[in-house]
């Protein structure tokens, strides 16, 4: 695909995205963004924080926000490793050194979750941890995308939660952020959008387009945006 950067680049422990070493064949449209190995563009998760800061609670404990990033990051492993070792049409869950019982029950309902959605849709390829970056006159930006689920000629974006915390607000905008990076990417229509969240009564949230005021707020402030690296 077309801007389709997963296998060319990394995020380190502050998830900073950069060129993995020894890559000769970068697209010229990425190249005006690089500075060595860094990619000066700014990213979604980054986009989200500076759009919705309001969302963000001062008074959580610090030790509290690194264990729920420390669960998102484990869990987002399980399920990508489980979905590239599929080999029947349902996913079977892969745990390769995960002990913590609360991060695998979290990844059995996600696989539980994710089963009912590929029978519903007759999926018949699924995409784990996508990286595109979008490049165009109203803006720039990069980011990766949980799932991609392909049935047929028809295409899904899905982004897993494993938070309690639901921002319907903030997931809208990621949703649209990643359907027009990809749509950009691939030339093809993301047919519907989703958030999955197993620990939300509802599970599965289906995207809702933003208001063209949204929409230019948010072009607004990736415009402004510059990514600041943490070494």
Known sequence: MLYDI?????????????LKEDVKDIPYELAEFLDGSKINLPFVSMILE????????KFIKKEV??????????????????????????????????????????????????NSFIYKYDIDQIYSEKTFFYSGYDCNYLGTIDLILKSKDKFYIMDIKTSRVNYV????????????????????????????????????????????QEISRIFSKIKELKPIWQD
């Open 6 to 18: 997963s296998k060319i680049i990394e995020r380190d422990d502050k998830f900073n995205y950069k």
């Open 50 to 57: 500076e759009c919705y800061p309001f969302l963000h609670n």
């Open 65 to 114: 926000i690194e264990n729920s990033v420390k669960q998102g990051v484990c869990v987002h492993k399980i399920i990508s490793d489980s979905i590239n070792e599929r080999k029947e049409f349902k996913l079977n869950l892969v745990v390769k050194d995960c002990k913590n019982s609360n991060h695998l029950n979290i990844a059995k309902r996600l696989i539980t979750e994710l």
């Open 169 to 212: 607000e903030k997931y809208n905008a990621q949703l649209f952020l990643y359907k027009k990076m990809f749509e950009n990417a691939s030339g093809k229509i993301v047919d519907e959008c989703f958030i999955l969240n197993p620990r939300e009564d509802r599970v599965l949230m289906t995207y809702e387009r933003l208001n063209n």
